[in-house]
């Protein structure tokens, strides 16, 4: 009885991989929400703050350390996808990690100090390990992806991102709730990388000699999108850092509970709709074929459905939740959300063509525009955020959404028309 109703999920979810994906990130998403209502309540902003801020830096560094090597490779998978090309990727990645691996950790214990979290030893410890084993699986991730295995790589960050979230929660009656927080993290974290490992083990076991001229050639050609992805990451994230270093964690821990939530959306949409059409997208515009206008139109189509569909249950749970708790007193600083919400549902409607510019191997443009944008978000978030506070940071995030939405389909419009793409 229970094996047959397994094989029956199992077929569900084969059948429908975008519908269990969202279903996946919307069972994390509860987690989460839950998880930072009861963090402020129980702690305060502060520690929310604090939690914040390392999310960010551990984003930060992961991009910064693994140098978009992976635009390198899965290209070169996507033209000849076969086992033997999987595990000669997965080869180079491998020898990729010695350095970025301990770069990352690095880079992430000089930014806590730099932004005056004052950790401990044993949170520094705890942190390296998420940073590590996050930098690892975010490259194993994106095979997985690459392979036509969405619904497992929402598994995988489901098990990273949320999961230990509830565990987390015993330690808020402790002195030290920060520790207790990062050991649960990064107990998933480890966990995470485990079953990520697992699922490429096949792949993972060939062993062959890569030559470091090899590496360093793929380093070149991923470095105008190297600057491109680090640009947007840093742009996603500034506020928190502008916040953190004028305001402190306090504010950081206001503005990251409703950023958090919105957050979710590109996350949702990512694993319900992109990661679905990425390697059509990648094929269609690398290849330019008679369908590919065809392909991304209906991306756009879905993304933007998607992003609608799921900003409307974020608010509905957020103003739900915020009421059942007795927390009525943040339902005036709800509009917060809504402006964060239609900040990503414009940017999510244009991630396709994003996508579609990376498959067109446009790279040199993507980052030129990713720069451009990054220095005005930046310059923005600075004044916005010493004149209006937190109420800055929000608006300094919408305005950068807005640019970046612009800029995309201005450069897509410019190489259609120039039919280099």
């Given at each position: 009885m229970i094996r047959r109703s397994y094989s029956r999920l199992a077929a569900?979810?084969?059948?429908?991989?975008?519908?269990?994906?969202?279903?996946?990130?919307?069972?994390?998403?509860?987690?989460?929400?839950?998880?930072?209502?009861?963090?402020?309540?129980?702690?305060?902003?502060?520690?929310?703050?604090?939690?914040?801020?390392?999310?960010?830096?551990?984003?930060?560094?992961i991009y910064l350390a693994g140098f978009e090597f992976h635009t390198f490779t899965t290209r070169r998978y996507s033209r000849r996808p076969s086992a033997g090309m999987l595990a000669r990727c997965l080869a180079c990645h491998r020898k990729m990690l010695l350095i970025s691996t301990p770069l990352a950790v690095l880079g992430a214990l000089v930014a806590t100090r730099t932004l005056g979290l004052n950790l401990g030893w044993i949170e520094l410890t705890a942190f390296a390990v998420v940073v590590a084993t996050g930098t690892a699986v975010q490259e194993i991730v994106r095979f997985i992806v690459i392979t036509r295995k969405p619904l497992m790589s929402v598994t995988v960050q489901f098990i990273r991102n949320a999961a230990w979230q509830p565990f987390a929660l015993l330690a808020l009656a402790t002195s030290h709730p920060l520790v207790g927080m990062l050991a649960a993290w990064s107990a998933?974290?480890?966990?995470?990388?485990?079953?990520?490992?697992?699922?490429?083990?096949?792949?993972?076991?060939?062993?062959?000699?890569?030559?470091?001229?090899?590496?360093l050639h793929g380093l070149g050609v991923a470095r105008n999108y190297y600057l491109t992805a680090n640009a947007s990451v840093l742009q996603n994230n500034l506020e928190r850092f502008v916040l953190q270093s004028f305001l402190g964690p306090a504010a950081v821990g206001v503005y990251a509970f409703f950023q958090n939530l919105a957050s979710t959306l590109p996350a949702l949409v990512q694993s319900a709709v992109l990661n679905l059409w990425l390697p059509s997208l990648l094929q269609d515009f690398g290849q330019k074929t008679a369908r590919r206008f065809d392909t991304l139109r209906q991306a756009v189509m879905r993304a933007i459905l998607v992003s609608v569909v799921m900003s409307f249950g974020i608010m509905v749970g957020a103003l739900a939740l915020s009421i059942a708790s007795g927390h009525a007193a943040y339902l005036p600083m709800i509009w917060m959300l809504a402006a964060l919400l239609a900040g990503q549902?414009?940017?999510m409607a244009t991630q396709p063509v994003h996508l579609a510019l990376y498959g067109g191997?446009?790279?040199?443009?993507?980052?030129?525009?990713?720069?451009?944008?990054?220095?005005?978000?930046?310059?923005?978030?600075?004044?916005?955020?010493q004149?209006?506070?937190?109420?800055?940071?929000?608006?300094?995030?919408?305005?950068?959404?807005?640019?970046?939405?612009?800029?995309?389909?201005?450069?897509?419009?410019?190489?259609?028309?120039?039919?280099?793409i």
């Open positions: 569900i979810a084969a059948a429908r991989p975008g519908l269990g994906s969202a279903a996946i990130h919307g069972f994390g998403l509860a987690i989460r929400l839950g998880f930072m209502f009861v963090v402020l309540a129980l702690s305060g902003p502060a520690l929310l703050g604090k939690y914040g801020v390392l999310v960010s830096i551990e984003l930060v560094a998933a974290a480890a966990l995470s990388l485990g079953l990520a490992t697992w699922l490429l083990r096949e792949s993972l076991r060939g062993s062959y000699r890569i030559p470091t001229r090899y590496l549902i414009i940017q191997h446009l790279d040199r443009a993507l980052m030129i525009l990713s720069l451009g944008t990054l220095g005005a978000a930046s310059v923005a978030s600075v004044l916005l955020v004149r209006f506070g937190v109420d800055g940071a929000v608006l300094s995030q919408v305005a950068g959404g807005v640019l970046l939405t612009l800029a995309r389909l201005g450069l897509f419009r410019f190489y259609v028309k120039k039919k280099l």
